[in-house]
């Protein structure tokens, strides 16, 4: 196999040789010695996915207004209203009403879409197993995944 250079920032790291990509990512063969681990686990930290922030179901409405879409909708409906009121015409009420009743299912699609995704997005959090067995020192070792730091060697 011919020795194709390793171009590690632009992630053709199937082109690379083991050699290469163990002075890419700063390991060997052996993984990395227990100090060297500490010292990148201060460096990078915890290999963990950040929490998303929860709303309150009143903030994720706020939310769904400031959509330029509902706004829209909500701005037709006020004209709707005020032409319907001030020209005593009943159409543009009932015109009003349904631009109005449109938003409204809008915003409770989006919601339930919304918690939908929330749940989906926890039942994967909840698939990703919790431990890896990692190479370090020249032995396979058992650690969590939030210990895992660049330069680990994964044992599948």
Known sequence: MENIPCDPDIKKWVSCSFEQLFDSLKTNSVGLSTAETDERLKQY????????????????LIIQFKNLFNVLLLIAALLSFITGWSANDSGSIQMGLAIL??????????????HRAERAVEAIRNLVPQNARVIRDGLTKEIPIKNIVPGDIISL
């Not at 998303?52 to 994720?60: A, G, M, V």
């Open 101 to 114: 009743a449109v938003v409204i299912i809008s915003v409770l699609f989006n919601l339930f879409q919304e």
């Open 45 to 60: 930290g915890y290999n963990i996915l950040p929490e998303r922030k929860k709303h309150r179901l009143y903030k994720k």
